[in-house]
């Protein structure tokens, strides 16, 4: 019994490593969002959304799918670490400069489109993200797969202050302008990444670069079919901006992309969540027991989807307040909120029921799950957009999840069966879309919170066996922790 509980709170104490530092870097961009959206007009706000959907693209298929390569051979016995990490990561270096140099030649086009305006001040911080972002990728996950929870932390604080003091910095000397992300964004990942270089080469120095029987065909097998997959979701999280960009203007896109932002508030918990899960996940298959390994998942999807459901229900409540720290030309994002809110939330829990998906190299499935889901959100986005801009955007974003969670999660327990207990977490969603819609239709947000609390409390007495098990988990701990503290 002590034996589990200290396996218990070493699981916890390593998703804490991980989480401190992205709620840190959550207050951080509570502070960054106002003043990004005081300092951009709306349109101007719009480009900068489009920038990020832009050099997401040019990523996935640089990337090669090798990223999850590396997160699936990195356990594996008798790999070399350091000879696995340059397999990977050489490929997309060729690949991205390929890609940077076709973006070049057509720039007048692409950047016409995204930003209605072109120069060298636009295609260098472009062609320079997505180069440093490659890099970026596979320092950072190398962190995460030796789970050194403190450093990835460290490094995220980091990079959000480097990157809210270049946006004070560059919106001194450029105004209201789109470069102004831009350019901070650009700055401030290519910083924190060369520290992340200096530390890898220091680190690996006495290591040897030597063949192993993983060869590059292999990795490439493995990755490349994750590229659709990638693709997709980079379409399932972008259609929206587009068909916004389409159908509307730059103005709505920007108000739209503002209530994206407020999501990092359960997007934080969701990086979180995906830079601790995978490499654990990946690390109980291998090495426990396959009933312990099943059991594991099913308790940890109960109290996950849980939390995620707490999230969602508290931010939508909380979104009268939460939308006055954007500015008045923002307000507007109120009525998006409700319904985006389920982007994040049903992203982390499928993070966690389709990992069985991975652990066969099916990936395949992925790519059925992704294209039923474009398709929707395709339809979606066409009927709903023009009349209802960013609110239509919304609701066709949460349709399109729950259709991609609840595909892929069949499919995903077709490849690894796990008895998900998914009664109550389907219960608590209707309950949730139920009250998504009313608050979304309200413009009386003390009402909405009124009715939101209600549902919120049904909610919990629904999950009351849950909410005792991680009640207990917590004091139990801050028990020990206690105990520790007057022994020492």
Same mark, same amino acid.
């Given at each position: %019994?002590?034996?589990?509980?200290?396996?218990?709170?070493?699981?916890?104490?390593? +998703?804490?490593k991980?989480?401190?530092?992205? =709620?840190?870097?959550?207050?951080?961009?509570?502070?960054?969002?106002?003043?990004?959206?005081?300092?951009?007009?709306t349109?101007?706000?719009?480009?900068?959304? %489009?920038?990020?959907?832009?050099?997401? $693209?040019?990523?996935?298929?640089?990337?090669?799918?090798?990223?999850?390569?590396y997160?699936?051979?990195?356990?594996?016995? @008798?790999?070399?670490?350091?000879?696995?990490?340059?397999?990977c990561?050489?490929?997309?270096?060729?690949?991205?400069? #390929?890609?940077?140099?076709?973006?070049?030649?057509?720039?007048? +086009?692409?950047?016409?489109?995204?930003?209605?305006?072109?120069? !060298?001040?636009i295609?260098?911080?472009?062609v320079?993200?997505?180069?440093?972002?490659?890099?970026?990728?596979?320092?950072?996950?190398?962190?995460?797969?030796?789970?050194?929870? *403190?450093?990835?932390?460290?490094?995220?604080?980091?990079?959000?202050?480097?990157?809210?003091? +270049?946006?004070?910095?560059f /919106?001194?000397?450029?105004g209201?302008?789109?470069r102004v992300?831009?350019?901070?964004?650009?700055?401030?990942?290519?910083?924190?990444?060369?520290?992340?270089?200096?530390?890898?080469? =220091?680190?690996t120095?006495?290591?040897?670069?030597?063949?192993?029987?993983?060869?590059?065909?292999?990795?490439?097998?493995? @990755?490349?079919?994750?590229?659709?997959?990638?693709?997709?979701?980079?379409?399932?999280?972008?259609?929206?901006?587009?068909?916004?960009?389409? &159908?509307?203007? +730059?103005?709505?896109?920007?108000?739209?992309?503002?209530? %994206?932002?407020?999501?990092?508030?359960?997007?934080?918990?969701? #990086?979180?969540?995906?830079? &601790?899960?995978?490499?654990?996940?990946?690390?109980?298959?291998?090495?426990?027991?396959?009933?312990?390994?099943?059991?594991?998942?099913?308790?940890?999807?109960?109290?996950?989807?849980f939390?995620?459901?707490?999230?969602?229900?508290?931010?939508?409540?909380?979104?009268?307040?939460?939308?006055?720290?954007?500015?008045?030309?923002?307000?507007?994002?109120?009525?998006?909120?409700?319904?985006?809110? !389920?982007?994040?939330?049903l992203?982390?829990?499928?993070?966690?029921?389709?990992?069985?998906?991975?652990?066969?190299?099916?990936?395949?499935? &992925?790519?059925?799950?992704?294209?039923?889901?474009?398709?929707?959100?395709?339809?979606?986005?066409?009927?709903l957009?023009?009349?209802?801009?960013?609110?239509?955007?919304?609701?066709?974003?949460?349709?399109?999840? #729950? $259709?991609?969670?609840?595909?892929?999660?069949?499919?995903? $327990?077709?490849?690894?069966? *796990?008895?998900?207990?998914?009664?109550?977490?389907? $219960?608590?969603?209707?309950?949730?879309? /139920?009250?998504?819609?009313?608050?979304?239709?309200?413009?009386?947000?003390?009402?909405?919170?009124?009715?939101?609390?209600? *549902?919120?409390?049904?909610?919990?007495?629904?999950?009351?066996?849950?909410?005792?098990?991680?009640?207990?988990?917590?004091?139990?701990?801050?028990?020990? *922790?206690?105990?520790?503290?007057?022994?020492?």
């Open positions: %019994m002590e034996k589990a509980q200290d396996k218990k709170e070493s699981l916890f104490s390593s +998703f804490i991980y989480f401190y530092g992205n =709620f840190v870097v959550l207050l951080l961009g509570l502070v960054q969002l106002p003043l990004t959206t005081r300092v951009l007009r349109e101007e706000y719009g480009k900068t959304t %489009m920038f990020i959907t832009a050099v997401s $693209v040019i990523y996935i298929f640089a990337i090669l799918g090798l990223d999850q390569a997160i699936r051979f990195f356990y594996k016995e @008798g790999i070399n670490r350091k000879t696995l990490f340059f397999q990561l050489i490929p997309p270096f060729v690949l991205i400069i #390929i890609l940077s140099f076709v973006y070049v030649l057509f720039a007048p +086009f692409f950047n016409a489109f995204l930003f209605g305006e072109n120069g !060298l001040s295609i260098i911080p472009v320079a993200y997505t180069v440093i972002s490659v890099f970026e990728r596979f320092l950072f996950l190398n962190i995460r797969m030796e789970q050194n929870g *403190v450093l990835y932390s460290n490094l995220n604080i980091l990079s959000k202050v480097l990157n809210v003091s +270049f946006i004070i910095l /919106a001194y000397l450029l209201s302008n789109f992300v831009m350019y901070a964004m650009t700055l401030s990942l290519g910083t924190v990444t060369l520290i992340c270089a200096v530390r890898y080469l =220091f680190i120095r006495k290591e040897k670069v030597t063949r192993h029987e993983t060869d590059e065909k292999e990795l490439l097998k493995y @990755g490349i079919p994750f590229i659709p997959m990638l693709l997709m979701e980079w379409l399932l999280s972008s259609m929206d901006k587009w068909s916004i960009k389409i &159908f509307n203007d +730059f103005s709505e896109t920007g108000i739209y992309g503002s209530a %994206m932002q407020i999501m990092t508030i359960i997007l934080t918990v969701k #990086i979180t969540f995906v830079a &601790f899960w995978s490499p654990v996940a990946m690390e109980k298959y291998e090495s426990r027991p396959d009933d312990e390994c099943k059991a594991f998942f099913a308790d940890m999807f109960d109290k996950v989807q939390l995620c459901i707490c999230a969602a229900f508290l931010l939508t409540i909380l979104r009268g307040v939460i939308v006055l720290i954007l500015g008045k030309d923002y307000r507007e994002a109120i009525s998006i909120i409700p319904f985006l809110t !389920l982007m994040p939330v992203s982390i829990m499928f993070e966690m029921t389709g990992q069985g998906v991975k652990f066969t190299g099916k990936i395949k499935y &992925f790519n059925y799950a992704s294209f039923a889901a474009i398709v929707c959100n395709l339809i979606g986005n066409a009927l957009v023009p009349r209802y801009k960013g609110v239509g955007a919304a609701l066709a974003t949460a349709v399109t999840y #729950i $259709v991609y969670f609840a595909i892929g999660t069949y499919y995903s $327990v077709k490849c690894y069966p *796990v008895k998900y207990r998914m009664k109550n977490f389907a $219960v608590s969603l209707l309950l949730y879309l /139920a009250y998504a819609a009313y608050a979304t239709l309200t413009d009386n947000q003390i009402i909405s919170a009124a009715v939101g609390t209600v *549902v919120f409390v049904v909610c919990c007495i629904m999950n009351i066996n849950t909410l005792k098990a991680l009640w207990k988990y917590a004091t139990d701990l801050l028990g020990r *922790v206690i105990k520790g503290r007057l022994r020492g």
